[in-house]
């Protein structure tokens, strides 16, 4: 599963003229990897043990490359990086984050809230993304497990 995904990644850099780097490569698979998000500083322990000698910059660089290419997304609220699972990269970003154990499902709204675009129509302002993050409690979490 995890190593089609770096090898789709790999040709979509192919077309877009861009080398898939070892650092990018490595990033991008330490987060297809992990179950939840994880931080640049996360990755960098992780990259380092591998890489002995990398540096907090190689890390932002590839991370600023994948969310370019749309292969992760950025959750802002725990300034955390989230591999993508969608097979439609570029699409709408909703997660739900589980505040206990950290889980985060991506979910996809086909179109942005309706009372959102009335607000935007309003202020005649052009929306092109909306990303939401709805914080709380997972089932597993729930069951007290
Ligand atoms: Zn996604
Ligand atoms: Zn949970």
């Known amino acids: 599963m995890s190593l089609t ?3 789709q ?3 979509m850099c192919e077309q877009l003229g861009e080398r898939f780097t070892e650092p ?3 990033v991008y698979s330490l987060l297809l990897q ?3 998000a994880l931080t640049a500083y996360q990755l960098l322990e992780q990259l380092q043990k591998l890489k002995p000698g990398a540096k907090p910059p ?3 660089r590839a991370l600023e490359f994948l969310l ?3 292969l992760i997304h950025r959750i802002d609220s725990s300034n955390a990086y989230l591999a993508c699972n969608a097979e439609n990269h570029g699409h709408q970003a909703q997660f739900l984050i589980c505040n206990q154990c950290g889980q985060i499902k991506e979910v996809e709204l086909k179109q942005l809230e309706p009372e959102i675009l009335k607000v935007c129509a309003e202020q005649k302002f052009k ?3 909306q990303i939401i993050e709805v914080r709380g409690l997972c089932f597993q979490c729930q069951q007290g497990t």
């Open 5 to 7: 995904k770096v090898q």
């Open 9 to 11: 990644a790999e040709q």
């Open 24 to 26: 990018r490569r490595i």
């Open 34 to 36: 992990a179950n939840s």
């Open 58 to 60: 190689t890390v932002y």
């Open 68 to 70: 370019k290419l749309k």
């Open 127 to 129: 929306p092109e993304q």
